[in-house]
Each structure stands twice: as structure tokens, then as C-alpha cells.
């Protein structure tokens, strides 16, 4: 079993920046794979950066540029750090973890104004 707690997120005008956290707990030995996901109102729940346990990364394109994720090995947490936001990112973040199973964050608003 794993654990995960979310935070950071906000609200935050168009052009600024918020980070978000993801602490897990638990079997963190298993882990592969991590990631963010968010969904919009009336949206599909969407991939948007991911990383593995060998640190490589992945990012959805309409991020890329903006978004870096990482991950702290020594706190079990993983980060996205989210730039120049723009209306569009608003959604409700999720954090992803996956071993034999798939977990998930309670989720966090991220809302941008405009």
C-alpha cells in the first residue's frame, strides 16, 4: 500500500507560478512510476508530466517549456513546478503512483485567472 499527500495547490493569476507536492508513504520500494494528472470541468483526467524511478521524464505538450517535474528520492516526494500558468491549467491536480497497483492523491484546485 501506498500513500500519497498532496499539496500546493491555488489560486494564481495568468502568468504566475505555484508548485505542487506529493509525499508518499508506505511501499515507496515498489514505486516506478510517478506522475501528475489533471482534470478540467467536464474534462478527462489527463496525463500531464511523469517520472520514473530512473528519473526519466515525460511531459504532455501543452506544458512542455512551462512545467518541470522532479522528485526528491530522500523525502519520497515528487514536485511540479508549474510556470507562466495560463487560464487553461486550471484543473484539479492528482498525483499518480504506481507499483503492482495505481494509487492516487486526494487531488488539488489549481485555478489561474486571467
Known amino acids: 500500500q501506498v500513500q500519497l499527500v498532496e499539496s500546493g495547490g491555488g489560486l494564481v493569476q495568468a502568468g504566475g507560478s505555484l508548485r505542487l507536492s506529493c509525499a508518499a508513504s508506505?511501499?515507496?520500494?515498489?514505486?516506478?512510476?510517478m506522475g501528475w494528472y489533471r482534470q478540467g470541468p467536464g474534462n478527462q483526467r489527463d496525463l500531464v508530466a511523469s517520472?520514473?524511478?530512473?528519473?526519466?521524464?515525460k511531459y504532455a505538450a501543452s506544458v512542455k517549456g512551462r512545467f518541470t517535474i522532479s522528485r526528491d528520492n530522500t523525502k519520497n516526494t515528487i514536485y511540479l513546478q508549474m510556470n507562466s500558468l495560463k487560464p487553461e491549467d486550471t484543473a484539479v491536480y492528482y498525483c499518480?503512483?504506481?507499483?503492482?497497483?495505481?494509487?492516487w492523491g486526494q487531488g488539488t484546485q489549481v485555478t489561474v485567472s486571467s
Open positions: 508506505g511501499s515507496v520500494f515498489r514505486i516506478a512510476f
Open positions: 499518480n503512483v504506481r507499483t503492482d497497483d495505481t494509487y
Open positions: 517520472i520514473t524511478s530512473g528519473g526519466s521524464t
